[in-house]
Every structure is written in structure tokens, then in C-alpha cells.
């Protein structure tokens, strides 16, 4: 019988929420730290633990046929993948701030300024539709401390509560786009009889937290 293989986040914001989904869905497994895959006792199914940014490309090429990952991570990723189930937590948005400070009203002031991001590909979607040009700086982390270091204008990264922006005398600017965790499927694997048990069975856990 077939097995199917679902990824999500090792640790970080995702983890524990995601575990929680699938055992709120009746999901035996153990939840081992140090072990890249669990198998799930009572359903054709393997769980994964990845870094997420590794899971939109791992549904793509199939090497999980299902995943549970930010929109953010996976609209950064460019993927062709099938959305299957908002799921209702990690919500963040992406926004663009600026020092609180400055003098930048307008969006279009943001021409020809530096902006840092680990969101390169979605802020230079989201720029260039605005016909905006400016110079994206491409960080791994720490963004927010970037401006106050002189190294950027502006910064571009999630946001949930705003308490990293405002201890680091940033405010808000533009929204970029606003994100959660999702459900994603190899494209076509919506038509699978597995993965339809196991979006029914997620759907009716989450109806029965509205
Ligand atoms: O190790 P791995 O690569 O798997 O994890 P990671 O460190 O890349 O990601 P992680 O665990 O930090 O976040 C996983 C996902 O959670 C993100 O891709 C988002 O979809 C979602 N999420 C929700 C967030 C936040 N809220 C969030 N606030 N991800 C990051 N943040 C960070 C943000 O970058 C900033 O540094 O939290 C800070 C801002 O938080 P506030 O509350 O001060 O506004
Ligand atoms: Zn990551």
C-alpha cells in the first residue's frame, strides 16, 4: 500500500503547532528531536522534519507529497505546488519599514533607497509593480537591525506582534503581503484518495476550533 509523506518545520514557529494539527487529526507518531522521519502508526502516512525553507521544493519535486509551510516561504520560493488547506496560524505579515525617524511619506521616496530583506523575490515582485526601483540588499537574518547600522534605508520582513520593529525605533510602512501556514501538495495530488482522507480530517479539526 502506498505511503505518503508529509513535511514540516524540525523546529522553530511552525513545529509545534504543526504536530498539534496532526495529532488533533488521531495521528499516532512520536515526535523525535533528533530524527528526520517519524512514521505515523495508524495512517499510511511519514512525517518529515525539515528546515522550512526546504519544503515548498521538496513537495515540488515529490520528495514529500505534502507539506505545511508559511505562504511567505513559498511565494519566496517560486514553486509550482498545489495550495491545499489554510491552516490558521503563524500569521504574519511582510511589511516594509522605515526609522521613526525619517521623512518618507510616499512610496515612491522609496526610489533609489536601500532596502535589506530575506524576502528578495517577493519584495522585487512587489516593487516593480509599483514601478518603484530600489537597491534590495539581500541579508540572512538581523534584518532589523540593518537602518540603525547605516547599512539600509529600509527593511523588509515579517512582522506579527511589531515589538522587534519598535525596539528597534521602526515603523511600518507599506504591507507587502500577509501570510499563514498552509497546507501544499505536489500539484495533482489533490486528486489522491489519501491526501483527500487527510484534508477532510484537517478540515474538521479546524471547523471544531471556529
Ligand atoms: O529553522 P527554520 O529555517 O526551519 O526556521 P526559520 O528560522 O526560517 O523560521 P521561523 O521558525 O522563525 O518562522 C517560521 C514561519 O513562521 C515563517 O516563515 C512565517 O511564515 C511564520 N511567522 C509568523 C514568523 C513570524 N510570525 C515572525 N514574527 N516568522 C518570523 N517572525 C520573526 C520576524 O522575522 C521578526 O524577526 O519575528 C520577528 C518579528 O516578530 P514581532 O512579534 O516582534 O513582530
Ligand atoms: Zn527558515
Known amino acids: 500500500m502506498k505511503t505518503l509523506k508529509i513535511a514540516i518545520q524540525k523546529s522553530g514557529r511552525l513545529n509545534e503547532k504543526s504536530v498539534e494539527l496532526l495529532k488533533n487529526c488521531g495521528l499516532n507518531f512520536e515526535n523525535y528531536k533528533s530524527s528526520l522521519i517519524s512514521p505515523v502508526s495508524n495512517f499510511p502516512l511519514e512525517i518529515l522534519f525539515l528546515r522550512d525553507d526546504d519544503i515548498p521544493e521538496y513537495v515540488q519535486d515529490g520528495?514529500?507529497?505534502?507539506?505545511?509551510?508559511?505562504?511567505?516561504?513559498?511565494?519566496?520560493?517560486?514553486?509550482?505546488?498545489?495550495?491545499?488547506?489554510?491552516?490558521?496560524?503563524?500569521?504574519?505579515?511582510?511589511?516594509?519599514?522605515?526609522?521613526?525617524?525619517?521623512?518618507?511619506?510616499?512610496?515612491?521616496?522609496?526610489?533609489?533607497?536601500?532596502?535589506?530583506?530575506?524576502?528578495?523575490?517577493?519584495?522585487?515582485?512587489?516593487?516593480?509593480?509599483?514601478?518603484?526601483?530600489?537597491?534590495?540588499?539581500?541579508?540572512?537574518?538581523?534584518?532589523?537591525?540593518?537602518?540603525?547600522?547605516?547599512?539600509?534605508?529600509?527593511?523588509?520582513?515579517?512582522?506579527?506582534?511589531?515589538?522587534t520593529l519598535k525596539s528597534n525605533g521602526l515603523v511600518p510602512f507599506a504591507d507587502v503581503m500577509s501570510s499563514e501556514a498552509v497546507l501544499i501538495g505536489q500539484k495533482g495530488s489533490e486528486n489522491d484518495d489519501l491526501v483527500q482522507e487527510l484534508i477532510q480530517r484537517i478540515q474538521s479539526v479546524l471547523r471544531a476550533k471556529e
Open 63 to 163: 520528495i514529500a507529497d505534502l507539506g505545511i509551510v508559511g505562504e511567505n516561504v513559498i511565494q519566496e520560493t517560486e514553486v509550482e505546488v498545489s495550495y491545499l488547506q489554510k491552516l490558521g496560524f503563524g500569521k504574519c505579515s511582510l511589511k516594509i519599514a522605515v526609522p521613526n525617524n525619517n521623512s518618507i511619506t510616499a512610496l515612491e521616496q522609496l526610489n533609489g533607497k536601500a532596502i535589506a530583506t530575506t524576502y528578495p523575490v517577493i519584495l522585487g515582485k512587489y516593487l516593480a509593480e509599483k514601478n518603484i526601483t530600489s537597491d534590495i540588499r539581500t541579508i540572512s537574518g538581523s534584518v532589523e537591525i540593518s537602518p540603525g547600522l547605516g547599512l539600509s534605508d529600509a527593511i523588509c520582513d515579517l512582522v506579527s506582534t511589531g515589538g
